[in-house]
């Protein structure tokens, strides 16, 4: 049977820092080389994700940004764009001021990703930036108000405030044309949710569904650890929640298995060819 497997990144393959693993490294290299159908479904940008899997030789498109992004890892070119309409960023735009919520607006103009802050007034924005900066050579632009920067490109904002000034303009987002989000605890930031938004058209669940009719893999199997792999697990016929997932993605999985801290993800693998699975390519 041939398996396309598909694992969220940050909590899930990632170990506490947001790092690859060395045994997780190591195995993955090992399987995809024996013919394992591996990629990824991540919320992250494609810099700081790229650059996280790059000592694994993946060979599938992966999936970035919930699903607005999707990659070719071989022609080191997008498959998949879906960017937000202008109506909607112009109320998106509007919501952030009336809710007083801050964070980070994405552009994508002929492949070139900038990202856009108007202020960093917590820490874990600034953290968020810096790691950024720091691991990746991400760029990032400060701006006096969103509203000077054209509508035209955008296509994500991620929003990591208190669930208290999130919870009402979650709300209100459910109410605007064609725009869809992902709203979580944020994995690394205690006390801090995440708000990513972005076209109605784009969700882990779309972009699977997306590869599932370009690859044709008898099933497809999901690894997630937290709300936004919820669309993922939709989109698969299996699914694992990592023993540190959140108890709504446990209660939607088909097993538990290790923690990210615990390579969970590489040892089910590891354990599904030791039992004798093979790995026959798509």
Not at 30 to 54: C, D, H, N, Q, Y
Not at 142 to 171: G, I, M, N
Not at 247 to 261: C, F, H, R, W
Request: glycine share 6%.
């Amino acid at each position: 049977m041939k398996t396309l497997y598909i694992s969220d990144l940050d909590g899930t393959l990632l170990d506490a820092d947001a790092r690859l693993s060395a045994y997780t490294e190591q195995t993955l290299t090992r399987l995809i080389g024996k013919g394992m159908a591996f990629t990824f479904a991540s919320g992250r940008t494609p810099e700081a994700a790229l650059k996280i899997v790059e000592s694994v030789p993946l060979k599938l498109p992966v999936i970035m940004m919930n699903g607005v992004l999707i990659y070719d890892m071989e022609e080191k070119r997008y498959l998949l764009k879906e960017y937000l309409t202008e109506e909607s960023v112009a109320e998106i735009k509007r919501l952030l001021k009336k809710y007083n919520a801050g964070g980070f607006l994405y552009k994508l103009t002929n492949d070139h990703l900038m990202t856009y802050y108007e202020t960093l007034d917590s820490f874990p924005k600034q953290d968020f930036m810096e790691k950024r900066r720091e691991r990746y050579n991400k760029p990032f632009t400060k701006v006096e108000d969103f509203d000077s920067l054209c509508v035209k490109d955008t296509f994500y904002f991620c929003l990591l405030e208190p669930k208290e000034v999130l919870d009402p303009l979650a709300e209100a987002l459910k109410q605007v044309p064609d725009v869809g989000f992902a709203y979580y605890r944020e994995v690394y930031y205690p006390g801090t949710w995440c708000l990513e938004i972005f076209s109605a058209r784009a969700s882990k669940y779309h972009a699977v569904k997306w590869l599932r009719d370009c690859l044709k893999p008898d099933e497809a199997v999901g690894f997630g650890d937290n709300l936004n792999d919820l669309p993922l697990f939709r989109a698969c016929d299996r699914n694992y929640a990592v023993e540190n997932a959140a108890e709504e993605l446990k209660a939607a999985a088909d097993g538990v298995i290790g923690s990210n801290v615990e390579d969970g993800v590489a040892r089910f693998l590891e354990r599904q060819y030791n039992c004798g699975l093979m790995f026959p390519r798509l």
